[in-house]
């Protein structure tokens, strides 16, 4: 997600990129061209986005949090991981702030736009990280807990469909190296023109079945 992130607000601001591992970092600063930064340097920038897994968030607050300015503002990206234990971890005034992404990683690479929930203290610092996230996707300030809730659903509602499938395909007697098919190129791209209110005939007929059923029941 961070090299999405990185590809999108290349070229609206002066963006710098860090990482543990020194040549990671400077390969994708350098297809990216944009600057790759040391650690000290990190401590000059005004926004400092954590693009971590949740389990290490709490560490790398930890090993920023000596050295932060009350001017700079941390940016929690981790879906399962919460914006108020990592403000308790910094002892002086710098605004931890959450943008947690409504999407999927591939997806976004692949084109599709993702909404982002922007949580943080009513002030400047949540305005701010909204405006820097408008040029990832669609922004909606308010509480972080949503986006776990949404995404732990949406996941898990995809994954029973697909099973599903599989499944009914098994009963059927069709061939399961359709499986895949089936499920990337049909179900997936139905369920997209579903939301977006842009489904053919067929699926037209499908959606008048479930409502007439849900009508009788």
């Known amino acids: 997600m961070g ?17 543990n591992d020194n ?3 400077a390969a994708t600063a350098d297809e990216l061209s944009v600057h790759e930064a040391r650690f000290e340097q990190l401590f000059d ?3 400092l986005i954590l693009a971590l897994p949740a389990e290490v968030m709490p560490e790398m607050v930890k090993r920023l949090a000596p050295s932060l300015s009350t001017k700079q503002i ?3 990206i ?7 234990p990592l403000q308790k971890l910094i002892a002086g005034e710098t605004k931890v702030v959450s943008a947690k992404i409504v999407g999927h990683a591939r ?3 692949a084109g599709e736009a993702p909404t982002i929930i922007v949580d943080g203290d009513e002030g400047e610092e949540t305005e701010k990280i909204s405006h820097i996230f408008w ?5 909606q300030q308010g509480s972080e807990d949503l986006v776990e809730v949404l995404n732990t659903l949406a996941s898990g509602e995809g994954i029973k469909a697909a099973y599903t499938i599989k499944k009914k395909m098994l009963q059927e007697g069709i061939t399961l190296s359709l499986w895949e098919t089936a499920v990337r190129n ?3 791209g139905t369920m997209k023109a579903f939301a977006s209110g842009d489904v053919g005939p067929f699926a037209s007929g499908i959606i008048r079945e479930m409502e007439d059923e849900n009508d009788k029941g």
């Open 78 to 84: 981790a879906t399962n991981q919460k914006r108020e």
């Open 107 to 109: 997806e976004i690479a």
């Open 45 to 47: 920038l005004e926004v």
């Open 3 to 19: 090299r999405q992130l990185a590809e999108k607000l290349r070229g609206h601001f002066d963006l710098w990129l860090y990482d």
């Open 23 to 25: 040549k990671i970092a």
């Open 135 to 139: 040029h990832f996707g669609t922004v």
């Open 186 to 188: 049909v179900a997936a």
């Open 74 to 76: 941390l940016v929690n």
